[in-house]
């Protein structure tokens, strides 16, 4: 199948849509399809509101369709919902292909952090852009159900996958500082609830591992915990393997595909019991979920890492990949 991908997007971005898209993209390209990824990468881009690390293609539609025209896609996704997306959304509707897209991010709890705009409002908008599409994508059965239940019409779970031979535990090597080693991987933002964190008394040392817009301002205002940055390939899984625990304070992603290579290091996890981690940790086994995240982190101490790791090695890529191309064909005229 010729494929098209559109999506908002892409790297330099470092977040678990970029990873979904580029780790999909190979496996298709591997299983014979070719893929046109349509992306920020030749547009003029301005930053996004409050996000500037985020680039957003500005007034893309024209090179779009010309894209998409000259490339003649058997399929197309519609990966995101910012302006490259409904460009995409747009020429499918005037072309009358048929395509779908995915649910990556809960866009209505994030822009309400930072904006005085009503939660309904942007559910709202993201109905009308979802519901052209022959299916939505969504992470996790729990999102199927969510979005279902707000009117949603056509949700159906396309799971993720993680690098077992990248993130593993023969890895791990010691720290620096009093034990246990609590850390943090991910974006270092305020929709991810890093400060009930920061905030636990937890004996021993915390550590942030990731970048993102509030990484300066949590840096001065907890000196005493060590925030390193982003880290890549190897070097972030050396991280993640020389952890005691997994903390991921986040009640508003969909998935948290750090959760998986967490596991796959033999990392236990602690996280609150919503979306996300209710779906992706078997709990009291691979991780504790708790509304006390203290008491998260204190129980999740004591779980077997070989266990973590099994867990994780149910979950890969291709498998994934596999279920997203059915849909692809499904959808397809």
């Known amino acids: 199948m010729k494929i098209a991908l559109v999506s908002d ?17 190979r496996c298709l390209e ?18 996004c509101p409050t996000y500037p690390e985020i680039r957003l293609a500005a007034l893309p539609w024209r090179r779009v369709q010309r894209i998409l025209d000259d490339f003649r896609p058997d399929a197309v996704h519609v990966a995101t919902e910012g302006p490259i997306g409904l460009a995409g959304r747009r020429w499918c509707r005037e072309r009358g292909q ?8 809960r866009f ?6 930072r904006a005085p705009i009503p939660v309904a409002w942007t559910w709202r908008m993201l109905r009308w852009f979802h519901d052209a599409a022959e299916r939505t994508l ?3 059965r729990t999102q199927q159900e969510e979005l279902a239940a707000r009117g949603f019409h056509s949700p159906v779970v396309w799971g993720r996958g993680v690098d077992t031979t990248l993130f593993r535990p023969e890895l791990r090597s010691a720290l620096p500082g009093p034990g246990p080693h609590l850390m943090y991987m991910g974006r270092v933002s305020v929709e991810k609830n890093i400060e009930a964190f920061l905030r636990l008394e937890t ?10 817009p509030a990484l300066d301002a949590f840096r001065q205002a907890w000196p005493s915990v060590n925030f390193v940055g982003p880290k890549y390939g190897e070097d972030l899984a050396t991280w993640l393997a020389s952890a005691d625990v997994f903390v991921f304070p986040s009640r508003t992603d969909t998935f948290g595909i750090v959760l998986l290579e967490a596991m796959a290091c033999g990392l236990p996890v602690a ?21 006390d995240l203290q008491r998260a982190v204190e129980a999740a101490l004591q779980l077997d890492r070989a266990t973590c790791r099994r867990h994780a090695l149910n979950h890969t890529w291709e498998r994934a990949t596999e279920q997203f191309c059915a849909y692809l064909e499904s959808a397809s005229p």
Request: glycine share 10%.
């Open 9 to 25: 997007a892409w790297l330099p971005q470092t977040n678990g849509v970029v990873r979904t898209l580029r780790e999909t993209t």
């Open 30 to 47: 591997a299983a014979g399809h070719t893929v046109a990824a349509i992306t920020p990468i030749p547009f003029r881009t301005f930053p």
């Open 98 to 105: 048929t395509f779908t897209s995915s649910f990556h991010t």
């Open 108 to 113: 209505p709890e994030y822009v309400r952090l």
């Open 138 to 140: 969504v992470p996790t």
């Open 203 to 212: 004996p021993g040392t915390k550590w942030v591992v990731g970048g993102g």
């Open 271 to 291: 996280a609150y019991p919503v979306p996300g981690p209710r779906d992706v940790v078997c709990d009291g086994e691979s991780g504790v979920l708790d509304d």
